[in-house]
């Protein structure tokens, strides 16, 4: 078991729109949301990435209500604040995926920008309907990324709170245009909204397109491990649970119109990243040859973008928010979470999965060079 979801009484419980709520991130703060005695309104479109196994533990939880449908649906999203009158919304639904970005640019414009936009502006909406404390409390939270800072040479400081935004892929320009637009609504219309912008996450649930459950899954099947270029971009590694925990106490405490930095101060490169993760299954998932023989480096991604790293020092000293995983200990958490979610990686492995798996990685050589 992964959370334990116990109804714990608070003594204000909270009501939360989460969209996005079946997805990796979403999925695991819903749960803990719910496990910490909010009640959650999760509207999630289902795409590819979207997994109602994920929420299997509050299948039949009465905090949590499911509602299928898009963020970029006005009357949907109307009906929800009208219904359920929530404290706060926090937007994690979003195209996530830079490679998918690289294929197909347009769903990440309709769904993290325009989306973002419509919610945005239903939430106004209704937000000035309010009166008083009801008024006064509510919070849009927009779940944004690291990426929108652009790339770091080796050498220079992590991203700050301050630092200009510098896009470099359709999904961190995407990503980027809806962070402009948040922060609008706060300058333009005094809406209160919250922007985190957050390091690579991983941890259980991550749909098997990402780094690090690619490579568990394809190790554990014997199957190539594809390391993009030389293997040295550095990405900055977070927890999932850290980084939900994090957008809680922002909700809570936070301060209207700002930005919060979050991240795992746990940089590695991606050579580092797949070789821990052979390592510990070379332990816990004996076969014949190392793992890390599957290790094949391909053909790099188009732009991609060399150094992540987080400056977070704002979140932990206003807010007193502090990493509770190391990424030694995270990493070995999250490869015990894939061994023994079998039936998981089984539905995950749809023809669409397999599609995307030949789209991304076919025309990728191995790259000799590395
Ligand atoms: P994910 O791809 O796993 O999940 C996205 C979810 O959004 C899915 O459940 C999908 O069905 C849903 N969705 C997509 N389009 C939608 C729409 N139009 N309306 C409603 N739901 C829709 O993504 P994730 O990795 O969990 O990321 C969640 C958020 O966190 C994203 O906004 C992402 O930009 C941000 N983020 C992710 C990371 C990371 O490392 N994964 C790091 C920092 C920030
Ligand atoms: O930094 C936060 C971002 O992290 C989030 O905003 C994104 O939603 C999330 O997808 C992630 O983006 P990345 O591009 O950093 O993650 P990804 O797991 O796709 O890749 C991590 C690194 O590993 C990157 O340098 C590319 C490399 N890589 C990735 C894949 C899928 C490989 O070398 N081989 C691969 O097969």
């Known amino acids: 078991m992964y959370f334990v979801v116990e109804h714990q009484e608070k003594a204000l419980q909270q009501t939360i729109l989460v969209t996005g709520g079946a997805g990796f991130i979403g999925s695991n703060f819903v749960l803990q949301s719910v496990g910490s005695g909010d009640r959650v309104i999760n509207l999630d479109k289902l795409t590819y990435a979207g997994n109602l196994e994920n929420l299997q533990q509050i299948r039949s939880h009465p905090d949590h209500v499911f509602v299928r449908g898009g963020i970029e649906d006005n009357d949907v999203v109307g009906q929800l604040l009208a219904k359920f009158r929530p404290t706060a919304v926090v937007n994690f639904a979003a195209e996530s995926h830079v490679d998918r970005s690289i294929h197909g640019p347009e769903e990440f414009v309709l769904t993290n920008l325009l989306g973002t936009f419509r919610i945005l502006d239903t939430c106004l909406k209704h937000w000035r309907t309010l009166k008083g404390q009801a008024r006064d409390s509510f919070r849009f939270l927009q779940v944004s990324t690291d990426e929108v800072y652009g790339s770091l040479s080796a050498d220079e400081p992590g991203f700050r709170e301050q630092t200009p935004y510098s896009p470099n892929s359709p999904y961190s320009a995407s990503k980027a245009g809806a962070d402009h637009l948040v922060r609008a609504y706060f300058h333009t219309y ?84 797949v070789d821990v993760i052979c390592t510990i299954l070379d332990e816990l998932h004996v076969v014949s040859a190392p793992h890390r023989n599957l290790i094949q480096y391909v053909q790099d991604r188009p732009g991609h973008d060399r150094r992540y790293a987080i400056d977070c020092s704002k979140l932990k000293q206003e807010l007193g928010w502090q990493q509770r995983e190391t990424f030694a200990t995270g990493i070995r958490k999250t490869v015990a979470w894939y061994l023994s979610h079998q039936q998981w990686i089984k539905n995950i492995h749809s023809a669409e999965y397999r599609k995307w798996i030949d789209t991304n990685y076919a025309g990728r050589n191995a790259n000799c060079e590395a």
């Open 190 to 273: 005094g809406m209160p909204v919250l922007t985190t912008n957050c390091s690579n996450n991983y941890g259980p649930f991550q749909f098997p397109e990402k780094l690090i459950p690619l490579m568990i899954l394809n190790a554990l099947e014997g199957r190539s491990l594809p390391v993009y270029g030389d293997g040295l971009n550095v990405r900055d590694w977070l927890y999932v649970e850290d980084h939900c925990e994090a957008i809680a106490l922002v909700l809570e405490k936070g301060r209207p119109g700002e930005t919060y930095n979050v991240g795992g101060e746990s940089e590695k490169t991606n050579l580092e990243v």
